[in-house]
């Protein structure tokens, strides 16, 4: 087949306007799909999972220990007062709250509300990172343990970091952050972490998804997991070994052997191959 050679022709006046409209209507989608921050905002719709505490059940709370009613965290009925999920950038939090959080100007109420963060085996049990919505000056932040500011991003109800909404006499409040904001934290990491409310916009406990209403005392309600797998995750000892983990005990010897039978009949086996890096009895029961 013969090859046409292109006519080179001036563009008419019409065919002109639609080589600019069309870049100038990507400009304008581009612009308006531009995530604050440069990170971007995602879908609700995420596999929510139940919180749980140190004793493995969920973590509830009284309906009306607290004033007022949007600070109020409560059992949802399951009973349940709290959820996270995660996908492979952001974590997501909601928590069952007495009152709605949102103010008639549609924005946050004067309040705030949080998640605590710990990093487990880390050598220390404190807040490691704070995930705030913060309804006085309305901005949603994260904080490493310093309280030094990671992230934040304002107006987070009309730019969709945060949402309320109602379900019978119940509301949730839900917020999510990027890892990237979490001052290391990844999807993998074993942490603790628990909600809580305050009528200021700093670490103290107004209500919160657990009983105490210290920080340290929350932690050691809260169950260890991690962001990104769910179910839980626990620390086996050999009492030849102590916390922290070191390279004593019977378990680091090369061919050793550990099992967790349920009953004679299903048990579960460790062998220590000896190669790599010397085990020391962390394990992971993924969801
Ligand atoms: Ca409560
Ligand atoms: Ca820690
Ligand atoms: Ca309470």
């Given at each position: 087949?013969?090859?046409?050679?292109?006519?080179?022709?001036?563009?008419?006046?019409?065919?002109?306007?639609?080589?600019?409209?069309?870049?100038?209507?990507?400009?304008?989608?581009?612009l308006?799909?531009?995530?604050?921050?440069?990170?971007?905002?995602?879908?609700?719709?995420?596999n929510?999972?139940?919180?749980?505490?140190?004793?493995?059940?969920?973590?509830?709370?009284?309906?009306?220990?607290?004033?007022?009613?949007?600070?109020?965290?409560i059992?949802?009925?399951?009973?349940?007062?709290?959820?996270?999920?995660?996908?492979?950038?952001?974590?997501f939090?909601?928590?069952?709250?007495?009152?709605?959080?949102?103010n008639t100007?549609?924005?946050?109420?004067?309040?705030?509300?949080?998640?605590?963060?710990?990093?487990?085996?880390?050598?220390?049990?404190?807040?490691?990172?704070?995930?705030?919505?913060?309804?006085?000056?309305?901005?949603?932040?994260?904080?490493?343990?310093?309280?030094?500011?990671?992230?934040?991003?304002?107006?987070?109800?009309?730019?969709?970091?945060?949402?309320?909404?109602?379900?019978?006499?119940?509301?949730?409040?839900?917020?999510?952050?990027?890892?990237?904001?979490?001052?290391?934290?990844?999807?993998?990491?074993?942490?603790?972490?628990?909600?809580?409310?305050?009528?200021t916009?700093?670490?103290?406990?107004?209500?919160?998804?657990?009983?105490?209403?210290?920080?340290?005392?929350?932690?050691?309600?809260?169950?260890?997991?991690?962001?990104?797998?769910?179910?839980?995750?626990g620390?086996?000892?050999?009492?030849?070994?102590?916390?922290?983990?070191s390279s004593a005990?019977?378990?680091?010897?090369?061919?050793?052997?550990?099992?967790?039978?349920?009953?004679?009949?299903?048990?579960?086996?460790?062998?220590?191959?000896?190669?790599?890096?010397?085990?020391?009895?962390?394990?992971?029961?993924?969801?």
């Amino acid at each position: 087949m013969k090859h046409r050679k292109p006519t080179p022709s001036k563009p008419s006046l019409p065919a002109l306007n639609i080589r600019f409209k069309v870049p100038l209507f990507l400009i304008l989608v581009l612009l308006l799909t531009v995530p604050v921050n440069g990170l971007s905002q995602e879908s609700w719709s995420q596999n929510w999972i139940e919180m749980v505490g140190s004793d493995w059940n969920y973590m509830t709370d009284p309906t009306g220990d607290h004033n007022p009613a949007s600070v109020d965290v409560i059992n949802n009925g399951v009973p349940l007062c709290c959820y996270y999920a995660s996908s492979s950038s952001s974590v997501f939090y909601r928590m069952a709250l007495r009152g709605d959080p949102i103010n008639t100007q549609g924005e946050l109420d004067q309040y705030a509300w949080m998640a605590q963060i710990d990093v487990a085996d880390d050598g220390n049990s404190n807040i490691d990172v704070t995930v705030r919505a913060e309804g006085i000056t309305e901005y949603l932040s994260t904080y490493n343990g310093s309280g030094t500011q990671l992230w934040t991003v304002a107006d987070p109800i009309s730019t969709g970091y945060v949402r309320a909404y109602q379900s019978g006499s119940i509301w949730y409040l839900e917020m999510q952050a990027p890892y990237s904001t979490l001052g290391g934290i990844t999807r993998d990491t074993p942490v603790r972490f628990f909600f809580h409310t305050s009528t200021t916009e700093t670490n103290s406990i107004k209500d919160a998804t657990v009983p105490s209403a210290t920080i340290s005392g929350a932690f050691a309600e809260s169950g260890t997991t991690t962001l990104g797998g769910g179910g839980g995750y626990g620390f086996m000892f050999d009492s030849e070994d102590t916390n922290p983990y070191s390279s004593a005990g019977s378990y680091n010897t090369p061919g050793s052997e550990i099992s967790i039978s349920e009953s004679s009949s299903r048990s579960l086996w460790f062998r220590n191959s000896g190669f790599g890096t010397p085990l020391h009895g962390k394990l992971c029961f993924p969801r």
